[in-house]
């Protein structure tokens, strides 16, 4: 079994910054890409940004310029460090991981962690 656990969510100001992190954990054999995902209140879920596991990164126009995604293999963690933060960037985060594990029998499998709240007032 795979689980995928979020921190660093919380309640900043706009223009403030916060870091999310995402550690995967079980019988992972290796992790292909990884990514944030968010969700507003009403809205779908939107792609935030993802990183391949040799770096490559991709970013929803809306956050480009202001977050960086980076992660560490050796500890399979995703992060998300979201500066100059907007009202719009309101939304509950969720962390993605494509991985290959003992359970799945090497299969590629797609999993979600819990999410983690942000808020940004004004």
């Known amino acids: 079994q795979v689980h995928l656990v979020e921190s660093g969510g919380g309640l900043v100001q706009a223009g403030g910054s916060l870091r999310l992190s995402c550690a995967a954990s079980?019988?992972?054999?290796?992790?292909?890409?990884m990514g944030w995902y968010r969700q507003a209140p009403g809205k779908q879920r939107e792609l935030v940004a993802t990183i391949t596991s040799g770096g490559s990164t991709n970013y929803a126009d809306s956050v480009k310029g202001r977050f960086t995604i980076s992660r560490d293999n050796a500890k399979n963690t995703v992060y998300l460090q979201m500066n100059s933060l907007k009202l719009e960037d309101t939304a509950v985060y969720y962390c993605?991981?494509?991985?290959?594990?003992?359970?799945?029998?090497?299969?590629?499998?797609?999993?979600w962690g819990q999410g983690t709240q942000v808020t940004v007032s004004s």
């Open positions: 079980g019988s992972i054999l290796s992790i292909n890409a």
């Open positions: 993605n991981a494509e991985v290959r594990s003992v359970a799945t029998m090497g299969a590629l499998r797609n999993y």
